[in-house]
T-cell receptor, first 116, second 111 residues
Framework: ETGVTQTPRHLVMGMTNKKSLKCEQH?????MYWYKQSAKKPLELMFV???????ENNSVPSRFSPECPNSSHLFLHLHTLQPEDSALYLC???????????????FGEGSWLTVV | AQKVTQAQTEISVVEKEDVTLDCVYE???????LFWYKQPPSGELVFLIR??????QNEISGRYSWNFQKSTSSFNFTITASQVVDSAVYFC????????FGSGTKLNVKP
């Protein structure tokens, strides 16, 4: 059983839709992350939150809007996406920020997003 | 510049064969951490191991073993007596100020 849960596991949305991905971690961690994994491309870090404050945004288009109400929950709000945004979106968490002492990042099962 | 190179894009073996997944990393930091993750078809990246740069002792966990060689900047992963359930994409990663993942090696274990 994973300590990081993501919902929904699968999502199909039109380009004009608004939807949200949800992530919850049960590990007592302080840092949470959104990663994007496209076919045949490396994992891309999108956003980093530490103690619910955003510490990193890797030039992600504004059609992706993260929200972190507390250290255990992370959302990714989606609107007016493009077909090329279809990918696996992975949420992750760690005890401290990844760069501090090489803290292990634990991942959720991911949300498979298809934009039609 | 690539921080982690996994040169093997895809490997196919028959069940019970041993298989080694290669990982070569690059960093100028003396303190860093190396990781392996397994990603089955379901999607989740499952943490397998974390090593720090000061601990070159090889590690064995059941059928899994890891060979850390600082001299060649490599952190290879061997699965002994592979099983169909080992079929997955395996990612190597390095962390010195942030995480850098390799592009992954897809392992197919055939019955």
């Amino acid at each position: 059983e994973t300590g990081v849960t993501q919902t929904p596991r699968h999502l199909v949305m039109g380009m004009t839709n608004k939807k949200s991905l949800k992530c919850e971690q049960h590990l007592g961690h302080n840092a949470m992350y959104w990663y994007k994994q496209s076919a045949k491309k490396p994992l891309e870090l999108m956003f980093v939150y530490n103690f619910k404050e955003q510490t990193e945004n890797n030039s992600v288009p504004s059609r992706f809007s993260p929200e972190c109400p507390n250290s255990s929950h992370l959302f990714l709000h989606l609107h007016t996406l493009q077909p090329e945004d279809s990918a696996l979106y992975l949420c992750a968490s760690s005890q401290g920020l990844e760069g501090a002492n090489g803290n292990t990042i634990y991942f959720g099962e991911g949300s498979w997003l298809t934009v039609v | 510049a690539q921080k982690v190179t996994q040169a093997q894009t895809e490997i196919s073996v028959v069940e019970k064969e041993d298989v080694t997944l290669d990982c070569v990393y690059e960093t100028r930091d003396t303190t860093y951490y190396l990781f392996w993750y397994k990603q089955p078809p379901s999607g989740e990246l499952v943490f397998l191991i974390r090593r720090n740069s000061f601990d070159e002792q090889n590690e064995i966990s059941g059928r899994y073993s890891w060979n850390f060689q600082k001299s060649t900047s490599s952190f290879n992963f061997t699965i002994t007596a592979s099983q169909v359930v080992d079929s997955a994409v395996y990612f190597c990663a390095i962390c010195f100020n942030k995480f850098y993942f390799g592009s992954g090696t897809k392992l197919n274990v055939k019955p």
